[in-house]
Antibody, heavy 123, light 105 residues
Framework: QVQLRESGPGLVKPSQTLSLTCTVS??????????WSWIRQYPGMGLEWIGY???????YYNPSLKGRITFSVDTSNNQFSLKLSSVTAADTAVYYC???????????????WGQGTLVTVSS | IQMTQSPSSLSASVGDRVTITCRAS??????LNWFQQTPGKAPKVLIY???SLHDGVPSRFSGSGSGTDFSLTISSLQPEDFGTYYC????????FGQGTKLEIK
Protein backbone atom coordinates (compact mmCIF):
# COMPACT_ATOMS: atom_id res chain seq x y z
CA GLN A 1 0.00 0.00 0.00
CA VAL A 2 1.34 3.42 -0.92
CA GLN A 3 1.76 5.75 2.04
CA LEU A 4 2.88 9.35 2.24
CA ARG A 5 3.83 11.23 5.38
CA GLU A 6 4.50 14.94 5.78
CA SER A 7 7.04 16.24 8.28
CA GLY A 8 8.29 19.67 9.29
CA PRO A 9 7.76 22.52 11.74
CA GLY A 10 4.22 23.29 12.77
CA LEU A 11 4.97 26.94 13.48
CA VAL A 12 6.76 29.39 11.21
CA LYS A 13 7.36 33.09 11.79
CA PRO A 14 6.17 35.67 9.26
CA SER A 15 8.67 36.46 6.48
CA GLN A 16 10.52 33.18 7.09
CA THR A 17 10.59 30.07 4.89
CA LEU A 18 8.23 27.16 5.41
CA SER A 19 9.93 23.79 4.78
CA LEU A 20 8.17 20.44 4.59
CA THR A 21 9.25 16.97 3.52
CA CYS A 22 7.11 14.11 2.30
CA THR A 23 8.37 10.55 2.79
CA VAL A 24 6.93 7.95 0.45
CA SER A 25 6.67 4.25 1.26
CA UNK A 26 5.19 1.39 -0.69
CA UNK A 27 6.16 2.94 -4.03
CA UNK A 28 9.27 4.26 -5.71
CA UNK A 29 9.37 8.00 -6.20
CA UNK A 30 11.29 7.26 -9.42
CA UNK A 31 8.45 5.32 -11.04
CA UNK A 32 7.22 6.71 -14.31
CA UNK A 33 3.80 8.25 -14.64
CA UNK A 34 3.73 9.47 -11.05
CA UNK A 35 4.08 13.10 -10.06
CA TRP A 36 4.65 14.16 -6.48
CA SER A 37 2.47 17.01 -5.36
CA TRP A 38 1.70 19.46 -2.60
CA ILE A 39 -1.80 20.70 -1.82
CA ARG A 40 -2.94 22.89 1.05
CA GLN A 41 -6.25 23.40 2.78
CA TYR A 42 -7.13 26.65 4.50
CA PRO A 43 -8.93 26.76 7.86
CA GLY A 44 -12.14 27.62 5.99
CA MET A 45 -11.79 24.28 4.13
CA GLY A 46 -10.82 25.61 0.67
CA LEU A 47 -8.26 23.48 -1.19
CA GLU A 48 -5.38 24.91 -3.21
CA TRP A 49 -3.01 22.93 -5.42
CA ILE A 50 0.57 24.17 -4.89
CA GLY A 51 2.43 22.21 -7.57
CA TYR A 52 4.18 18.98 -8.42
CA UNK A 53 7.62 17.59 -9.10
CA UNK A 54 8.66 14.63 -11.23
CA UNK A 55 11.53 12.36 -10.15
CA UNK A 56 13.65 13.92 -12.91
CA UNK A 57 13.31 17.29 -11.17
CA UNK A 58 10.81 18.81 -13.61
CA UNK A 59 8.30 20.98 -11.80
CA TYR A 60 4.93 22.63 -12.39
CA TYR A 61 3.98 25.31 -9.90
CA ASN A 62 0.69 27.09 -9.26
CA PRO A 63 1.16 30.45 -11.01
CA SER A 64 -0.30 32.26 -8.01
CA LEU A 65 2.58 31.03 -5.85
CA LYS A 66 5.34 31.03 -8.43
CA GLY A 67 8.37 32.91 -7.20
CA ARG A 68 7.92 31.77 -3.61
CA ILE A 69 7.95 27.99 -4.12
CA THR A 70 10.82 25.60 -4.55
CA PHE A 71 10.37 21.84 -4.82
CA SER A 72 13.12 19.25 -4.62
CA VAL A 73 13.27 15.48 -4.83
CA ASP A 74 15.59 13.00 -3.09
CA THR A 75 15.26 9.69 -4.90
CA SER A 76 17.77 7.90 -2.66
CA ASN A 77 15.56 8.49 0.40
CA ASN A 78 12.25 8.36 -1.51
CA GLN A 79 11.36 11.87 -0.39
CA PHE A 80 10.33 15.16 -1.90
CA SER A 81 10.25 18.59 -0.30
CA LEU A 82 8.56 21.97 -0.39
CA LYS A 83 10.00 25.37 0.49
CA LEU A 84 7.69 28.38 0.58
CA SER A 85 9.42 31.69 1.22
CA SER A 86 8.26 35.00 2.68
CA VAL A 87 5.30 33.44 4.47
CA THR A 88 2.44 35.44 5.96
CA ALA A 89 -0.58 34.51 8.06
CA ALA A 90 -2.39 33.78 4.78
CA ASP A 91 -0.13 30.73 4.35
CA THR A 92 -1.54 29.11 7.49
CA ALA A 93 -3.08 25.83 6.34
CA VAL A 94 -2.98 22.07 6.48
CA TYR A 95 -0.37 20.96 3.96
CA TYR A 96 -0.84 17.65 2.18
CA CYS A 97 1.54 15.76 -0.03
CA UNK A 98 -0.06 13.52 -2.63
CA UNK A 99 0.78 11.28 -5.55
CA UNK A 100 -0.62 12.29 -8.92
CA UNK A 101 -1.09 9.67 -11.61
CA UNK A 102 -0.89 10.41 -15.32
CA UNK A 103 -0.25 7.73 -17.92
CA UNK A 104 -0.27 8.05 -21.68
CA UNK A 105 -1.71 11.54 -21.71
CA UNK A 106 -4.77 10.54 -19.66
CA UNK A 107 -6.25 13.15 -17.33
CA UNK A 108 -4.18 13.22 -14.15
CA UNK A 109 -5.63 12.65 -10.71
CA UNK A 110 -4.44 12.35 -7.11
CA UNK A 111 -4.74 8.77 -5.85
CA UNK A 112 -2.80 8.73 -2.57
CA TRP A 113 -2.54 11.49 0.02
CA GLY A 114 -0.64 12.00 3.23
CA GLN A 115 -2.52 12.65 6.46
CA GLY A 116 -1.68 16.35 6.31
CA THR A 117 0.24 18.61 8.65
CA LEU A 118 -0.95 21.91 10.07
CA VAL A 119 1.45 24.80 9.59
CA THR A 120 0.68 28.02 11.42
CA VAL A 121 2.37 31.27 10.50
CA SER A 122 2.61 33.45 13.57
CA SER A 123 5.15 35.44 15.52
CA ILE B 1 -10.01 28.11 -14.28
CA GLN B 2 -12.75 28.64 -11.69
CA MET B 3 -14.79 25.67 -10.50
CA THR B 4 -18.28 26.28 -9.08
CA GLN B 5 -20.14 23.56 -7.21
CA SER B 6 -23.79 23.42 -6.28
CA PRO B 7 -25.36 23.11 -3.88
CA SER B 8 -23.01 24.30 -1.14
CA SER B 9 -24.71 21.98 1.30
CA LEU B 10 -27.48 19.45 1.35
CA SER B 11 -29.19 17.09 3.70
CA ALA B 12 -30.54 13.76 2.49
CA SER B 13 -31.83 10.47 3.84
CA VAL B 14 -30.33 7.01 3.59
CA GLY B 15 -31.42 5.48 0.31
CA ASP B 16 -31.88 8.82 -1.46
CA ARG B 17 -30.38 9.58 -4.84
CA VAL B 18 -28.08 12.59 -4.55
CA THR B 19 -26.54 14.68 -7.32
CA ILE B 20 -23.86 17.36 -6.99
CA THR B 21 -22.92 19.53 -9.92
CA CYS B 22 -19.70 21.28 -10.85
CA ARG B 23 -19.24 23.91 -13.55
CA ALA B 24 -15.92 25.07 -15.00
CA SER B 25 -15.38 28.64 -16.15
CA UNK B 26 -13.94 27.31 -19.43
CA UNK B 27 -13.77 23.96 -21.13
CA UNK B 28 -11.72 21.32 -19.34
CA UNK B 29 -12.66 18.37 -21.59
CA UNK B 30 -12.86 15.41 -19.17
CA UNK B 31 -10.07 16.57 -16.82
CA LEU B 32 -12.36 16.46 -13.79
CA ASN B 33 -12.01 14.52 -10.56
CA TRP B 34 -14.29 14.10 -7.53
CA PHE B 35 -13.16 13.67 -3.93
CA GLN B 36 -14.84 12.94 -0.61
CA GLN B 37 -13.43 14.35 2.60
CA THR B 38 -14.52 13.48 6.12
CA PRO B 39 -13.51 15.53 9.18
CA GLY B 40 -9.84 15.28 10.07
CA LYS B 41 -8.98 13.18 7.02
CA ALA B 42 -7.36 13.83 3.67
CA PRO B 43 -9.60 13.90 0.58
CA LYS B 44 -10.14 10.54 -1.12
CA VAL B 45 -10.61 10.23 -4.85
CA LEU B 46 -13.92 8.77 -5.98
CA ILE B 47 -14.08 9.54 -9.70
CA TYR B 48 -11.32 10.52 -12.12
CA UNK B 49 -11.44 11.62 -15.75
CA UNK B 50 -15.05 12.73 -15.18
CA UNK B 51 -16.59 9.25 -15.18
CA SER B 52 -14.04 6.59 -14.18
CA LEU B 53 -14.57 4.94 -10.81
CA HIS B 54 -11.40 4.72 -8.72
CA ASP B 55 -10.38 1.30 -7.38
CA GLY B 56 -12.33 0.24 -4.33
CA VAL B 57 -14.99 2.95 -4.61
CA PRO B 58 -18.55 1.60 -4.33
CA SER B 59 -20.51 1.42 -7.58
CA ARG B 60 -23.26 3.65 -6.15
CA PHE B 61 -20.96 6.56 -7.03
CA SER B 62 -20.92 7.72 -10.65
CA GLY B 63 -19.72 10.74 -12.56
CA SER B 64 -20.70 12.29 -15.85
CA GLY B 65 -20.10 15.32 -18.02
CA SER B 66 -17.52 16.90 -20.27
CA GLY B 67 -16.54 20.36 -21.37
CA THR B 68 -17.78 22.68 -18.63
CA ASP B 69 -20.61 20.83 -16.87
CA PHE B 70 -20.17 17.80 -14.64
CA SER B 71 -22.08 15.89 -12.01
CA LEU B 72 -21.47 13.36 -9.27
CA THR B 73 -24.34 11.05 -8.37
CA ILE B 74 -24.78 8.76 -5.39
CA SER B 75 -27.50 6.32 -6.41
CA SER B 76 -28.50 5.17 -2.93
CA LEU B 77 -27.08 7.21 -0.07
CA GLN B 78 -25.40 5.30 2.75
CA PRO B 79 -24.56 6.57 6.27
CA GLU B 80 -20.82 6.51 5.52
CA ASP B 81 -21.30 8.94 2.60
CA PHE B 82 -21.46 12.02 4.84
CA GLY B 83 -18.70 14.56 4.39
CA THR B 84 -17.64 17.27 1.99
CA TYR B 85 -17.35 16.60 -1.72
CA TYR B 86 -14.98 18.50 -3.98
CA CYS B 87 -14.53 18.61 -7.71
CA UNK B 88 -11.11 19.39 -9.14
CA UNK B 89 -9.94 20.17 -12.64
CA UNK B 90 -6.51 19.03 -13.81
CA UNK B 91 -6.63 20.66 -17.25
CA UNK B 92 -4.58 23.70 -16.33
CA UNK B 93 -3.16 25.12 -13.08
CA UNK B 94 -5.33 22.70 -11.16
CA UNK B 95 -8.17 24.15 -9.11
CA PHE B 96 -10.83 22.81 -6.77
CA GLY B 97 -14.47 23.65 -6.32
CA GLN B 98 -15.52 25.24 -3.04
CA GLY B 99 -17.04 22.02 -1.74
CA THR B 100 -20.49 20.56 -1.07
CA LYS B 101 -21.22 19.53 2.51
CA LEU B 102 -23.45 16.45 2.60
CA GLU B 103 -25.30 15.65 5.80
CA ILE B 104 -27.30 12.52 6.44
CA LYS B 105 -30.78 13.20 7.85
Amino acid sequence: QVQLRESGPGLVKPSQTLSLTCTVSGASISSGGHYWSWIRQYPGMGLEWIGYIYYSGNTYYNPSLKGRITFSVDTSNNQFSLKLSSVTAADTAVYYCARMVSFGGAPPYFDFWGQGTLVTVSS
Amino acid sequence: IQMTQSPSSLSASVGDRVTITCRASQTIRNYLNWFQQTPGKAPKVLIYAASSLHDGVPSRFSGSGSGTDFSLTISSLQPEDFGTYYCQQTFSAYTFGQGTKLEIK
